[in-house]
């Protein structure tokens, strides 16, 4: 069966500091992989998105950006972070069938 | 673009009442259209999903059914209990396939009490 991993669980960063978030998946191939974030517990918007190793694409311009270095690994990265970076970060898998499948979530406070 | 509107909540109910989360939907085509469970501090879950117009998506009790002539999905459940508590997620992927992800909903939080 397939699963998806994510960590740190949680983290906290200063302002300024550079961030690396990882997701991997287990059991499929070729996955289309994605970040959304969460803030204040609610509404996801939709940052990037991956159909395959080194393919991303970006839904809202900021601060961060993502790469997919292998097959099934897909990091999300800033060089310095802002306040307003701060949520619940979800990497979600899917394959032809449309449902995506999410991970536990990274909860980020940037201090 | 695509859209998804939900009730935001929240939604007080006791124990063992009925329960229905209206959702209703922006979109051209067909899309598929899912259910999401989120509780708190985790990812969220895939509940119930539904393909084509028609179709029941069932799953723990719950239900919905995809009407193409109201464009609405909306969520219901018998007999509700105190572990239902959650915020739930109604979400459409584009006829496309969904590659560029799903519209999501902004969540309907849930509260069952004893």
């Known amino acids: 069966s397939q699963t998806i991993h994510q960590w740190p669980a949680t983290l906290v960063q200063p302002v300024g500091s550079p961030l690396s978030l990882e997701c991997t998946v287990e059991g499929t191939s070729n996955p289309n992989l994605y970040w959304y974030r969460q803030a204040a517990g609610r509404g996801l918007q939709l940052l990037f998105y991956s159909v395959g190793i080194g393919q991303i694409s970006s839904e809202v311009p900021q601060n961060l950006s993502a790469s997919r270095p292998q097959d099934r690994q897909f990091i999300l990265s800033s060089k310095k972070l802002l306040l307003s970076d701060s949520g619940f970060y979800l990497c979600a898998w899917s394959l032809a069938a449309y449902e995506q499948y999410f991970g536990p979530g990274t909860r980020l406070t940037v201090t | 673009g695509d859209s998804v509107t939900q009730m935001e909540g929240p939604v007080t109910l006791s124990e063992e009442a009925f329960l229905t989360i209206n959702c209703t939907y922006t979109?051209?085509?067909?899309?598929?259209l899912f259910w999401y469970v989120q509780y708190p501090g985790e990812g969220l879950q895939l509940l119930l999903k539904?393909?084509?117009?028609?179709d029941k998506g069932s799953n723990k009790g719950f239900e919905a059914t995809y009407r193409k002539e109201t464009t609405s999905f909306h969520l219901e459940k018998g007999s509700v209990q105190v572990s239902d508590s959650a915020v739930y997620f109604c979400a459409l992927s584009g006829e496309g396939g969904g590659a560029d992800g799903l519209t999501f909903g902004k969540g309907t939080h849930l509260i069952i009490q004893p």
């Open positions: 539904a393909t084509k117009a028609d």
């Open positions: 979109a051209t085509g067909y899309p598929s």
